[in-house]
């Protein structure tokens, strides 16, 4: 391996296949740049004299675990926004929300759980939780659960902070903003009674024992996610998103993604013409 302020691409190959061991994200040849870039701050955090050395540091260092905590936050992408996607949003909450309170009412259930797997700053769950505070009168003496996750650490303190710019909210409706936001500073603060209905875990998805755990989910979303893994990573995760499911449960993806050639398990219905992965029932 050789030592040098550039990454090389032997030390490319093994610091690629280290976090993709790790986390199930894949950095192909053509993003090496990327990677590289995102990697230099930590370099400097560490006193790595070259990115061979953080290899190392990664490998044999005490404090590896701490680091890879840090390394997650650098090399995820984290670009969202409130109401993000709308007609996949309508879809949910016109299709899929109004198909599972109608079936659960049949049953005599009243608990819905949704899950935001890949949550990043939190615009996706909260989103979701005041698609739920605009239908509390259908929803009345109902249990609505939303669990929110994400690889990084730093994501979920900015999702828990529940603080956003106006870039964040650019596509939230006025009177949503009037009625779950308040100001703060020129920013906007999601309210209390919004940010209780979300609950926050770090979670790695390729870590199979803690993903097969999550059990019970109604719906998941997993939007703009997958598309950082490779398919054998991929089908691995989307396998364990069908065991979480509760019988006629839904799995939404972002719009430009789809499980061709990765699962078989689901049928593809549309809601409002958007397509929505179901886990049929038994």
Not at 40 to 54: A, K, S, V, W
Not at 92 to 119: D, I, M, P, Q
Request: with cysteine; hydrophobic share 35%.
């Amino acid at each position: 391996m050789e030592k040098q302020m550039s990454l090389g691409n032997e030390t490319f190959r093994l610091l690629r296949d280290m976090i993709y061991e790790q986390s199930g994200i894949f950095f192909p040849e053509s993003k090496k740049y990327l990677l590289e870039n995102r990697l230099r701050r930590r370099l400097e955090e560490r006193n790595c004299q070259t990115f061979e050395d953080y290899y190392y540091f990664l490998k044999y260092d005490p404090g590896r675990e701490g680091e890879f905590l840090c390394l997650f936050d650098v090399v995820t992408t984290n670009e969202t926004s409130f109401f993000r996607d709308p007609g996949q949003l309508m879809a949910f909450e016109n299709g899929v929300l109004h198909t599972l309170v109608k079936e659960k009412e049949t049953r005599g259930e009243k608990r819905l759980r949704f899950w935001s797997a890949g949550c990043s700053t939190g615009e996706e769950p909260y989103t979701l939780a005041i698609i739920i505070k605009e239908r509390q009168e259908q929803l009345k003496n109902w249990t609505v659960e939303i669990m929110a996750s994400d690889i990084s650490e730093g994501v979920l303190q900015s999702a828990k902070r529940a603080i956003y710019n106006q870039n964040a909210i650019r596509n939230t409706p006025p009177a949503i903003l009037t009625r779950y936001f308040r100001n703060s500073g020129g920013n906007y603060a999601v309210k209390e009674e919004v940010k209780n209905l979300v609950r926050f875990y770090r979670l790695n998805l390729f870590d199979q024992a803690r993903v097969r755990a999550v059990r019970g989910m109604d719906v998941v979303f997993c939007r703009n996610v997958l598309i950082y893994f490779e398919d054998k990573a991929k089908k691995h995760v989307v396998s364990w998103f069908y065991d979480s499911l509760n019988p006629g449960g839904y799995l939404f993806l972002g719009h430009a993604e789809s499980l061709y050639n990765i699962s078989r398990a689901f049928k593809l219905v549309n809601f409002d013409g958007r397509p929505v992965y179901k886990k049929e029932a038994v």
